[in-house]
């Protein structure tokens, strides 16, 4: 795995039986589709057209003809009838594959570690749930039936002409490899522009978002000739490709009826001696000449689809079949349950004691060792600050407390048990983690906040939000609790959203808080609110708070200052003043740094 994704490879149709694991289900429903697309082809019309010219115009008669009309009329019905249920088929599988293969796939991202999403991109994941699984909706579904009803004209077209007429059905299929040919050719020449299209069109519209995202900082760096030139040269670059895919389309379809009328010469040509006797089976030959033209299209098409869609498939099932570097072991699902079937009833309670126990610990794809036999204790229900430098590790030993990573070598100790020993959602639902970089999802304020805890009263959700001094927040929105807070929470700034996201956690009554620079976009006067809020929050709670400005986290039971992944100090804020070392230069120049700012006003 790389955050650029390796370009996919694969032999032309190697990915298919990957995927029949997950499609066996629609074994029955693909099985119909094709015997109903069999049963819905028209390629025994032109055999009726040629009984009706030979029988009542060669030979003047209409005996059977009331029969005749029942049988065409009864045939172009049932026809229409096995279609109507083919298409209808083939409309339900491709969005049952789509919605199954989309709902396992992110299913199966909840299940994968952080370490996949530092590795692969949204842009990345997004197309493989998203397009990857629609390609292949529409490869088991409409490519599948466009090889069936062409495929059936096609073979059943040259059947009949072999028994009719073999001389001539050989001479007008003399045409197939020309077309074929043409065709391909042609394909791999509009496949290949039309990508192009679709690049450039995808470079304009990105540049567009930029343009208008990034409004602000253009002006503001003067760039705007830049940005207008860059634009300009891209549109030029999709007006010429896109008059070329044009040239092309058009040259294309001159030369596909120029193979259609070659067909349909040899038929009057060769076929000329028939009409004097056969007129009917002269204009059979006729429809089948040039009704050949339209199904080596399609099946072609249907061909390079299958063909295309072996990236999307490779990818898709790589990603369906990477495995979380953070999984539970069978045992520990047999009695805790997994995160979509906890067996909350085995659960024990947790405490909130928390031991590293000689870690070492090196990032999935990091080059350094970021903790090295670390050793530490966190008695339940003590309040741990952690500080230290930008990159010394502290988001690293939280994230190894929530087991969102594992340690590569040693143990992380919950209640005196390896973390291994019990299920990550037993663990999880025993966490309140702040992020440093606070997320909400769309949705309103309510909604966000009851995603901490779904029963939680209207009480709970006032007394949380008081406790970081976020009312006065939601009063201040609109429709208060139930306004709107936008894609990611974006409606908000990054302290309002600090201020949710930290009483949603709030709400969830954590045994284990966990706040990782999580008042670091509020201003001074809401910190120290929220310092208040924080005494009163932990009391029976272990917590562990991260933070850069020293001042507020005086009050700590301990303070760990640490630096490139080891503890250098710790005691609490007045010990390690009294220690003047490592801690004191920090307090010292953070309080310069403060005094100075205060100075300057
Ligand atoms: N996902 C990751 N993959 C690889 N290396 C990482 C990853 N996350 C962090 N690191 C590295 O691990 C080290 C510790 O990072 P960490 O995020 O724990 O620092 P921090 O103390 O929380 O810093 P900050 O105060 O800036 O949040 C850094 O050198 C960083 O580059
Ligand atoms: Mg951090």
């Known amino acids: 795995m790389s955050k650029t994704p390796q370009k996919d490879r694969s032999l032309p149709f190697f990915g298919v039986p990957k995927l029949f694991p997950y499609v066996k289900q629609y074994k029955k429903q693909l099985l119909s589709m094709v015997v109903l697309g069999l049963l819905g082809s028209d390629v025994l019309l032109p055999l009726f057209q040629r009984y009706a010219i030979n029988h009542y115009v060669g ?164 760039i705007e000739d830049k940005m207008d030139r860059d634009f300009v040269a891209d549109t030029a670059e999709m007006r010429r490709t896109s008059v070329r895919a044009a040239r092309l389309r058009g040259l294309f379809a001159v030369t596909m009826s120029f193979a259609s009328s070659l067909a349909l010469a040899i038929v009057l040509w060769k076929g000329g001696a028939i009409a004097e006797s056969e007129i009917g089976t002269f204009t059979m030959f006729m429809s089948y000449a040039q009704g050949m033209m339209e199904p080596v299209r399609w099946i072609i098409d249907a061909i390079s689809d299958l063909i295309t869609t072996q990236v999307n498939i490779e990818r898709l099932t790589r990603l369906l079949e990477t495995e979380s570097d953070v999984t539970d072991t069978p045992e520990v699902i047999e009695r805790y349950g997994d995160s979509f079937k906890p067996k909350r009833e085995n659960w024990e309670e947790l405490h909130g004691d928390v031991e590293f126990d000689d870690v070492s610990f090196r990032y999935p794809d990091g080059e350094e060792t970021v903790l090295e036999h670390f050793d530490l204790k966190i008695p339940f229900g003590s309040n741990i600050a952690i500080v230290g430098e930008t990159g010394a590790g502290k988001s690293t030993l939280v994230n190894l407390i929530c087991r969102f990573y594992e340690p590569t070598e040693g143990r992380v100790l919950i209640d005196g048990r390896d973390a291994r020993e019990r299920s990550q959602l037993w663990l999880h639902s025993n966490i309140g983690y702040v992020l440093q970089t606070p997320h909400l999802f769309s949705g309103t304020v309510r909604e966000n906040l009851l995603y901490g805890n779904p029963d939680a009263t209207q009480e709970q959700i006032d007394r949380a939000l008081e406790l970081v001094s976020a009312t006065e927040v939601v009063a201040r929105l609109e429709k208060g609790l139930d306004s709107d807070v936008g894609e990611g929470g974006d409606l908000l700034s990054t302290g309002e959203k600090q201020l949710l996201s930290f009483a949603r956690a709030i709400l969830t009554d954590p045994k284990i808080l966990v706040l990782d620079e999580a008042t670091s976009s509020v201003d001074t006067m809401t910190e120290q609110k929220i310092q208040s809020a924080i005494e009163t929050v932990i009391r029976g709670r272990t917590s562990i708070v991260i933070a850069h400005r020293l001042s507020t986290v005086q009050n700590a039971d301990r303070i760990l200052v640490v630096k490139s992944g080891r503890i250098v100090e710790q005691g609490t804020h007045r010990e390690l003043l009294a220690l003047n070392g490592y801690y004191k230069e920090l307090y010292t120049r953070q309080y310069e740094d403060e005094a100075t700012a205060s100075v300057l006003g």
């Open 59 to 222: 030979e003047k008669t209409l005996d059977t003809l009331p029969l005749f009309i029942l049988l065409y009329f009864g045939c172009v019905v049932f026809m229409a009838v096995m279609n109507y249920f083919a298409t209808f088929k083939a409309c339900c599988v491709e969005v049952w594959i789509d919605r199954d293969l989309r709902n396992l796939a992110f299913d199966h991202l909840q299940t994968l570690s952080f370490s996949y999403f530092n590795q692969n991109s949204v842009g990345y994941i997004h197309s493989r749930v998203m397009s990857d699984t629609q390609r292949i909706g529409v490869l088991f579904s409409w490519s599948l039936m466009d090889c069936v009803w062409h495929g059936t004209y096609l073979i059943g077209a040259v059947v009949i002409m072999l028994i009719v007429n073999a001389r001539l059905a050989l001479l007008v299929m003399l045409v197939l490899p020309l077309i074929v040919l043409l065709y391909s050719i042609f394909q791999t020449k509009l496949v290949r522009v039309n990508r192009r299209v679709r690049e450039i069109n995808s470079k304009i519209t990105g540049n567009f978002n930029e343009g208008i995202t990034g409004a602000r900082t253009i002006k503001t760096l003067a």
